[in-house]
């Protein structure tokens, strides 16, 4: 199947914002999705965007059962390795359950690292869930490494109340 | 003791350069820190900056055994959470050993809270160590959560002749 892989405009918000829920149902949390494609479009596409992404779209005749052409996404921003400098975050990579298998993950991953290497970064970052072994068993196949098993780092968060408390509460300086 | 936090300039690039080393240092990776200051100058203070960085200071009467002043930073880039929106991702946060347990860590965190709060950020996202626990127990007390141990979320990565083969070898698309 012939598809195409371009970079994403505020006119495709709506599918992204469509395709993040469908991957937050894929992960098992859709509780946790928060935003609206409207605000995608403002954080993605102002003067200072927070994020870019790449689409994977197929020809009208190979539309999905439910009649969507954009199949899959990439969301990435620029990121920082105080070690090696420049990088990238993938946030998302995700392809719609029926265009598996037909080689659109890699490409969208291979832009990516494309994109990346355009830029100068030295590195390419993003996290997957321990219980996905389909994603976790393809990242290795494509020369990624894991930094948790093998180095011991653990992803940390602070959000919502405590954060806010941290920002606001008294401090020492 | 007191000390000052405030935004890094592109003259504090020498100092932040010696402190990543002195934090590789104590992470037992010294090896891996492969930029320079000038490298830290030139991707921090640009038109298109990569990440910003937060010094703290003390006055000349109070300053290390070896002559510092600037004796902490965090350096933090914006990033993005599908889920939630606009979020920042803080890359370092240090203080030298002689001077730790002065609240001089909890200021810099909290500053860091602070520009995320004031940029509508909802979240902020780093990693840890699993040895470390010195600083795992610092930031469980601040309100930080550990997304590997409760969610199962691992750290990956994709860099060096990997990452060059990505972006360079043959893709289906």
Request: proline letters at 2%; aromatic letters at 12%.
């Amino acid at each position: 199947m012939d598809f195409t892989i371009r970079e994403g405009q505020a006119g495709d918000c709506t599918d992204v914002s469509r395709m993040i829920m469908e991957l937050a149902v894929y992960e098992k949390l859709p509780e946790q999705v928060k935003i609206s494609h409207k605000e995608l479009e403002q954080d993605g596409f102002s003067d200072h965007p927070f994020f870019k992404l790449l689409i994977a779209e197929v020809s009208d005749e190979n539309k999905s059962k439910d009649g969507h052409t954009k199949v899959g996404y990439a969301l990435y921003f620029y990121s920082y390795s105080s070690w090696k400098g420049k990088a990238l975050y993938m946030e998302d990579l995700y392809v719609m359950p029926e265009f598996r298998g037909k080689g659109i993950g890699k490409a969208l991953l291979k832009r990516v690292a494309q994109v990346g290497q355009e830029a100068g970064c030295a590195q390419l970052d993003f996290t997957v869930l321990d219980w996905n072994k389909a994603s976790r068993d393809f990242y290795h196949s494509q020369g990624c490494w894991d930094l948790t098993t093998r180095m011991g780092y653990h992803c940390m968060r602070c959000n919502g109340a405590e954060l806010r408390c941290l920002a606001g509460g008294e401090g020492e300086n």
